[in-house]
């Protein structure tokens, strides 16, 4: 099995060094206890909720500078995601993640799906999320929205993900006593439907009047959580056997990717509508 | 508010018949207690569990015949959705689904993603399910192992669908103390991250050993169960606003169609797998 930890923090929106701090206690004490993967929230470098594109800008730094560094050292071996805001070469300003390991930053993942006012101060990803190959399995990534969006969670599967690590901020919103967070619902299908386990790693507290869920999970491989919430801040641990995502027959006669029917949803996929036909 | 019906029914296998009787009594049981869509089970008129492909062969009854007629009859003037063993123009077999109001026959669907044994006894389909525009909304249609394939649910959102009916056999699994049946998460997931109503219509019972979840539910457009499970055989009601079907704003910058990356999906839907890449 493989112990993963989500350290559910409180980031200080503008507070660099301060969110620097956190982040690398959260991930020195996570691997105090164990874990070898550790998952951070979105933008735990940032904070998240900006008032302009100028502060985001101000706020974001370059992939290979020391804070994705200090990430790799404080892990120690380790596998470290999570979310930060990043500065492209060429000024653009990327809601990211990152994934990293011993041996630095094995991949940065650019948000491919913005939600709402992110619109107004990042630049879109323009790749899916890579999975990388790491000491504890293939480690693939999505950021907060991006889990809504079946696609991608399909498509990490297919590229042969056994854990998908989540960096989110999920704004608090209302639901039905006694229901999870939809967010975590949703993680739940995309990992039965995909046979892939998730750890989706959310913040704590209010941010500017944004109000955050604090609904950190671990999903394994057949859709049921295993671990999570955590109230406020604090860190989930959850010990997974990854390599069960690596079984995607259902039956003899099932399997949840090689049934797939692709020539039909191609056209589908590729156009916004009127590709349907009944059969009368 | 749209009146839906779930008429969780026990079929017997072979018994074409009594199956009619069953189905055309819940029906109109149904309409009677004000139902405007009435959702039967998969294969409610042959029973599931064939010992042989002759067995299904010899229930199939064609989409033109008498029992899709009855079930319009029946439905006066409401729409009903329920699966039946088809028997093609050409001796074929279809694990299919009719769409049915009181014109008659407005669509069928035959099954696109078979499950396990159904792939011994049936040809699959080879187009994605419709959307009917009836009386009181597009219905779409998905049948039980569909809904794994968050490919067809997406499909009939892009398509249009304010309400997909779900005639299944769902077998009974084993699920942790307290949870919902999976394939239930999975509509809910389905729903909330298209905004579509869901409403499955399960069956009851056993059958040559084979026991069936009696998970029968309707989800909202927000990914809420709103009615369901019911045990044993019986019929679950639900008042379901469709119109929220419509709004797929999230936010005024969010939206969960118009925010996918169709050309980001192209390449991984139309291969297995290799095109993914990351920023590094």
Chains 1, 2 share one sequence.
Not at 137 to 155: H, K, M, N, Q
């Amino acid at each position: 099995v493989t112990r993963i930890a989500c350290c559910q923090l409180a980031p200080r929106v503008g507070d660099l060094d301060g969110n620097r701090g956190l982040a690398l206690a959260a991930v020195r004490a996570a691997v105090t206890a164990g874990a070898e993967v550790v998952v951070l929230p979105e933008l735990v470098t940032s904070g998240y909720v900006f008032s302009s594109a100028a502060e985001a800008a101000a706020l974001a730094v370059p992939a290979d500078g020391p804070l994705l560094a200090g990430w790799s050292e404080a892990g120690a071996g380790a596998v470290v995601v999570g979310g930060f805001c990043e500065l492209g070469e060429d000024g653009r300003v990327f809601n990211s993640a990152a994934v990293v390991d011993g041996s630095g930053v094995r991949a940065v993942y650019r948000k491919t799906h913005l939600w709402d006012r992110e619109k107004l101060f990042f630049t879109p990803g323009e790749h899916l999320p890579p999975v990388v190959d790491t000491a504890v399995g293939r480690v693939g990534v999505a950021i907060c929205y991006d889990l809504e969006f079946p696609e991608l969670t399909r498509s990490l599967a297919l590229a042969g993900a056994d854990l998908v690590a989540v960096p989110t901020n999920w704004p608090l919103g209302p639901r039905p006593e006694g229901e999870r967070p939809p967010e975590v619902v949703i993680a739940m299908a995309a990992a039965r439907v995909n046979r892939v386990a998730f750890a989706c790693c959310d913040r704590s507290g209010t941010e500017r009047g944004q109000r955050w869920t604090e609904g950190s999970a671990v999903v394994d491989a057949d859709g049921w959580v295993v671990a999570g919430p955590v109230a406020g801040t604090g860190t989930l641990l959850a010990d997974v056997d990854l390599r069960r995502a690596r079984e995607k027959a259902l039956t003899d006669l099932a399997h949840c990717l090689d049934d797939r029917r692709p020539r039909l949803y191609a056209p589908v996929t590729a156009e916004p509508a009127g590709n349907h036909r009944g059969n009368l």
